[in-house]
């Protein structure tokens, strides 16, 4: 742990104790790399303006070059992320273990004096919603077979966090601006465990749903029951995405054009799924794939979370190792419907960014103390 002390030399009176103190606490951490903030200062430019590549729910993200020339995504937590040094590192020193081709790689972070930032290796190709679903120009052909590989990846992903790595990871935030691209176009999850950096007694984790509207699963957003389905639920929106080549919602388009869950399960029923495909895949797409992956997102989405397949099971019916054909659904549990009924809660305001798209929902008035982020009830599933 080269750079410790640094890390932590301004923080009090005593500053050698004090490293030494949490040195000896966090023994488990070398692992992880400590990145001074000078260096970060250097590899941003000062955090420019020109480096700075995005804003979520949680801070501000820049590109960086590191002395070794190796490229950054640098994020640093907003001044709400703030926790202790220690905690910080426990919690970090899980994701930071996790290893896996469809996952992004956390490299290290800082905690110097109040900053907390996290250093992820940097993927060329942007994220989902700007390639794919982005409203400029976007360079990438996203054919049919890319597609599909990317849907798989995904899954693998999520696949991974929930079933082979103890404890299980609920990513809880899973949509387009999650999912980035490397330079083959390899889908890698982000921000994977990133709640579990934030303190509970800070922010929203134990007494608030945190996701985003349009993917959060109903049961989630209703009555904050988190388990790997709400996951599934969001995946299955994604799949959606993928395959339609639109977001999963619109507010510019006719009303009933604007939830793509409700258009797509209307257009099902009618069994009218060919215009649901992106036009820009100009017809080059199987119509037999397609029907089984718009099918497979039903399934992902249906309103009981017991009747959602596991993720290991969605990779297998996306590869076509599992036959969906025959497969009962019911219709999906659409939040569009949900939102109406409870137009008075506060679905759009948000905490963090303040993009509309972030929705954090209050839910002090429901019963969620038991929810956990790194550990799930299998019960409950
Ligand atoms: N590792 C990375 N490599 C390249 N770009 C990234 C990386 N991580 C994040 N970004 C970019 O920064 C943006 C903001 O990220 P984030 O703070 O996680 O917010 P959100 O996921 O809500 O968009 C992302 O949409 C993406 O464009
Ligand atoms: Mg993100």
Known sequence: MPCFSACFGKQTASPLEQAIDIEEEVSSIQNIKIYPYKELQIATSYFSAANKIGEGGFGS?????????????????????????????????????????????????????????????????NSLAQTLLGDGHCAIEFSWKKRKEI???????????????????????????????????????????????????????STQVAGTLGYLAPEYAIRGQLTRKADVYSLGMLLLEIVCGRRNR???????????????????????????????????????EASRY??????????????????????????????????EISKPGLLSELSRTYKSTPYESSIGSGKPDDVFLSMNEMSCGTMTFTSIEDGRD
């Open 61 to 125: 993200v820049y590109k960086g070059k590191l002395k070794d020339g190796t490229l950054v995504a640098i994020k640093v937590l907003s001044a709400e992320s703030r926790q202790g040094v220690r905690e910080f590192l426990t919690e970090l020193v899980i994701i930071s273990d996790i290893e896996h081709e469809n996952l992004v790689k956390i490299y290290g972070c800082c905690v110097e004096g109040v900053h907390r930032i996290l250093v992820y290796g940097y993927l060329e190709n």
């Open 151 to 205: 849907c798989i990846g995904i899954a693998r992903g999520l696949a991974y966090l929930h079933e082979d790595i103890q404890p299980h990871i609920v990513h809880r935030d899973i949509k387009a601006s999650n999912i980035l691209l490397d330079e083959n176009l390899t889908a890698k999850i982000s921000d994977f465990g990133l709640a579990k950096l934030i303190p509970a007694h800070l922010t929203h984790i």
């Open 250 to 288: 619109d507010s510019r388009l006719p009303p009933k054009e604007k939830f793509l869950l409700e258009l797509a399960w209307e257009l099902y029923q009618e069994q009218d799924i060919v215009g649901l495909v992106d036009a820009s895949l100009n017809g080059k797409f199987s119509l037999n």
């Open 294 to 327: 718009i099918k497979i997102a039903f399934l992902c989405t249906q309103a009981a979370p017991r009747s959602r397949p596991l993720m290991s099971d969605v990779v297998n019916m996306l590869k076509g190792d599992i036959d969906v054909s025959e497969m």
